[in-house]
């Protein structure tokens, strides 16, 4: 108890030179926080908009379907098997049929992927109903980058191009009957949605889909086919995987903060043991042994780490808090990079974040407190007493 003591009176004695050491170190403590938990609800934002928009509970694909070839799209189709067509009947599973398309939007040519969903379909959080119009031409919805690329808006007329099942193309007026606002590019760039019962009688593929997807909690069905399950997690591996890179890149910059910090409290250590020599003596005298001294001089380094979190915790907290709620607004066409973030990134601090940084910097801290003080364990008292170092 002591020693405690004695180190909490030597550090709050140390005036300006203690605060500052505390101030940068609290900024250490709130920077590898927040720069964090920015990727954190940057991977977080991104895995609920895809698992809502796209990829539900999971899918189960054609075999022959590969998103990547669009050369593959005319064998990636069959009858639904009995499974799933039984979740879907149930509002559990939502088929799509997938072709490809051209559209002549101001007399220019897109090349489109055409895929057919049901308008009161509730796995994915699209606004499918949207397509339950009556009329003549074929009601088409399309996202907001479909509708930029193409200089579509709602109520706009279009001409879409198609190839049926026995190969002959054909065309039809097509009426954009709304632009969805989405972060999920995958669902958006290069397609337009088109009512499931309409694309299966233009193309002659009455049953059929390319691949289905679960709702969310749906159990998987027994009779699935040769189809292939894909779960939650082969979605969004790339998404980790940018967010684990993107963590590796920002942990040389808050290393940086925190080795700033460090360094200072490193120096103070020196010149403090250098300065104090004759206290060390004259405690020496008085019966404190080499490691009690040294546990005292480690103490006072490693306090500077409490008081830099009590800082951190005055000021981080609101700040941290601010952020949270009102997020970071990210700048113009960011979306064109292809990942599901919305306008504005909101931080997500977990309590393993907070408590896993707290824990690194205190013992980092202690750890550097105590490399100078080895020196005290040559130290003989009579030389301290004469302020000098063995």
């Not at 993107?246 to 460090?262: D, H, N, P, V």
């Amino acid at each position: 108890m002591i020693v405690l003591k004695l180190a909490s009176k030597n550090l709050l004695g140390a005036g300006l030179r203690t605060w500052l050491n505390v101030f940068v170190l609290s900024l250490a403590y709130v920077l590898i926080i927040f720069t964090q938990g920015l990727l954190e609800g940057m991977n977080k934002q991104a895995e609920e908009a895809m698992i809502a928009s796209e990829v539900g509970g999971g899918q189960y694909w054609h075999p022959a379907y590969d998103p990547y070839d669009p050369l593959s799209l005319p064998d990636a189709h069959e009858p639904v098997p009995g499974g799933l067509r039984s979740l879907a009947e149930a509002g559990k599973a939502a088929p799509v049929l997938v072709i490809q398309g051209t559209i002549y939007p101001g007399g220019r040519l897109f090349t489109v992927l055409v895929k057919g969903i049901e308008p009161g379909q509730t796995v994915l959080n699209i606004p499918t109903s949207f397509l339950d119009a009556a009329g003549d031409d074929i009601p088409v919805l399309i996202g907001n980058r479909m509708a930029k690329a193409t200089g579509l808006k709602a109520g706009d007329t279009v001409t879409l191009q198609w190839r049926d099942a026995r190969g002959t193309f054909d065309a039809r007026d097509a009426t954009v009957v709304q632009v969805m606002t989405t972060s999920v590019q995958t669902i958006d760039a290069g397609q337009i949605w088109i009512p499931l019962a309409r694309l299966r009688a233009m193309t002659g593929l009455e049953g059929e889909a390319t691949f289905v997807i679960l709702a969310q909690g749906a159990a998987r069905p027994f009779e699935a086919g040769a189809w292939i399950f894909k779960s939650r997690d082969d979605f969004l591996a790339d998404v980790r995987a940018l967010v684990e890179s993107k963590t590796a890149g920002s942990s040389i910059l808050y290393a940086i903060f925190l080795a700033l910090a460090m360094l200072g409290i490193f120096d103070t250590q020196v010149l403090s043991i250098f300065h104090r020599r004759k206290e060390m003596g004259t405690l020496m005298a008085l019966g404190f042994t080499r490691g009690r001294l040294i546990r005292l001089f480690t103490l006072e380094g490693a306090l500077n780490g409490v008081l830099a979190m009590l800082v951190a915790s005055a000021y981080g907290i609101p700040l941290l808090t601010w952020m949270a709620r009102t997020g970071w607004a990210l700048p113009g066409d960011t979306d064109s990079y292809g990942f599901a973030i919305g306008e504005r990134l909101f931080p997500s601090y977990g309590a393993g974040l907070v408590a896993g940084t707290t824990i690194l910097v205190l013992l980092t801290t202690t750890v550097i407190s105590f490399l100078p003080t080895r020196k005290i364990a040559k130290l003989k008292p009579t030389d301290a007493l004469r302020g000098r170092m063995t």
